[in-house]
């Protein structure tokens, strides 16, 4: 029976398998973090006489004995029959606690349930993301300081441009991450805001106490405004993904320079052949497989902040089931994009950098702005320097000058790498995720914080 049902009545088996989705295996995902939602919950009621003290210690202690002997040994599942994570706690405790089981749902939704559900597991694969990404960011650096007097060329238009470096690549990429990490945040922040208490969107006339579970939960702050509590569900995940996106975007494009420089016409870099992959037909083949998939698996996350637009944009405010649908793409996102990044880190740990790759005669033109800059040097206006080396290049007798000398903030010389590791420093301390560890020593193991 479902915990909505008012009789027995048998269903039609096609509607219930249509309207249930793939919520009992998804809901596996959100089962700690219903557990600890509800034990904030019910912390809560007792405070405001809505339950017995005694009847509380009986529940936690059981949501606990869940939590730590089912859920984090993976005993734990969703019985068949059963709706979602939500009824499934609710159904362990009545079976195992008889009547004090029911009290649980008091001044609760699952709407609002299944909105603090998310939060606290965005909360939790953020803290993943955040931690992946930072450790991708400092080998990036490392590579940048370990290559950066190797000169590699620069392009526009995907031709030959100027002189740039294998350490100035492998800076720009860790400061993309830096711009990321900021969207990063700021959608961690959108999402760590109570909804606990909105119940199914318009409030509840028992007196909840909504700024205690605020701070049991470690939230931020409340989403105040009951409607727009649940008018979040969707725009909520939207601005997360969004945010992955950024993230995916800038794997994506590096993937996609390493499948340039790869290629034996560029040949500016390699891998140990035991990380590439050969031809049925072909034996001089290394394909750069990892870094392909790598680049279309983030360019398919790229495209979920607009999946989850289009399923959103016509909906009123309130409640509706298209949000099911959200999380079947929505929560598997953080682990897909974790094994590129794992993958990608794993891989360009073992990158063979070229030298002297500018001496070849094809990039004699490259070093066109240096003649240019030279004359300047010597009292020629821009104009007319550039004007005379572009004639001696058409002439056949352009001489290039080789030696690169860039001095200014973020050129070759001067990469600023240790201003950009302070940045990502600062960034990552403002998530203050020691918070988030205490609400679980608190909530699960009863530690007085």
């Known amino acids: 029976m479902k915990i909505w049902e008012k009789k027995i009545y048998n269903n039609n088996k096609e509607i219930e398998y249509f309207t249930s989705g793939k919520d009992s295996k998804l809901d596996l995902l959100l089962a700690p973090h219903d557990v600890i939602g509800t034990i904030a919950h019910i912390i809560m ?49 009545t079976d195992r606690l008889g009547e004090v089981g029911k009290k649980i749902h008091s001044g609760r939704s699952r709407n609002d349930q299944i909105l603090v559900d998310l939060k606290l597991f965005i909360r939790t694969k953020m803290k993943e993301i955040v931690l992946m990404v930072y450790s991708l960011f400092d080998l990036l650096l490392k ?53 606990l208490g909105s119940a199914a969107g318009y409030g509840s006339s028992f007196p909840l106490n909504r700024k205690m579970t605020t701070e049991l939960l470690g939230f931020e702050n409340l989403n105040y405004n009951v409607i727009y509590a649940q008018m979040g569900r969707g725009k909520m995940e939207r601005i997360v993904t969004e945010a992955l996106a950024s993230l995916a975007r800038t794997l994506s494009k590096m993937a996609q320079d390493i499948c340039l420089y790869l290629n034996q016409n560029f040949n500016f870099i390699s891998f140990p052949d035991y990380m590439t992959t050969g031809s049925s037909i072909m034996p001089h083949k290394k394909n750069p497989d990892v870094f392909e998939l790598i680049r279309a698996k983030c360019n398919r ?27 079947e793409r929505f929560l598997p996102v953080f682990d897909e994009l974790k094994k590129c990044f794992f993958i990608f880190k794993n891989m ?17 033109y490259i070093f066109s702005v240096e003649v240019v800059h030279q004359l300047v040097k010597k009292g020629y206006s821009f104009r007319e320097a550039y004007k005379k080396v572009g004639v001696n290049i058409q ?10 000398n860039y001095s200014h903030v973020g050129s070759i010389g001067n990469l600023c790498n240790n201003n950009l590791r302070e940045m990502m420093k600062i960034l990552i301390k403002k998530f203050n995720f020691e918070k988030n ?12 914080t």
């Open 395 to 404: 002439n056949g007798c352009f001489e290039p000058f080789t030696k690169v």
């Open 45 to 93: 009621l007792e405070s405001v006489g809505l339950l017995h003290k005694k009847d509380l210690e009986i529940l936690i202690k059981e949501l606990r004995n869940i939590y730590i002997h089912e859920i984090l040994t993976n005993n734990f599942k969703i019985n068949e029959g059963i709706e979602d994570i939500h009824s499934q706690i609710e159904f362990l405790l």
């Open 301 to 327: 996350i790229t495209s979920l902040p607009n999946e989850i637009s289009l399923i959103t944009s016509n909906l009123c405010s309130g409640y509706h089931r298209d949000f099911q649908i959200i999380k």
């Open 143 to 195: 590579l940048s300081e370990k290559y950066k007097n190797i000169l590699m060329p620069g392009y526009t238009h995907y031709q030959i441009a100027m002189p740039s470096s294998f350490g100035l690549w492998f800076s720009a990429y860790a400061e993309s991450l830096i711009d990321d990490m900021l969207l990063i945040h700021t959608a961690y922040r959108i999402t760590n805001k109570n909804p």
């Open 348 to 364: 360009i740990n073992h990158i063979v950098v070229r030298k002297n790759i500018l001496k070849e005669k094809k990039y004699q």
């Open 437 to 448: 560890k205490k609400v679980i020593e608190r909530l699960i193991y009863g530690k007085k």
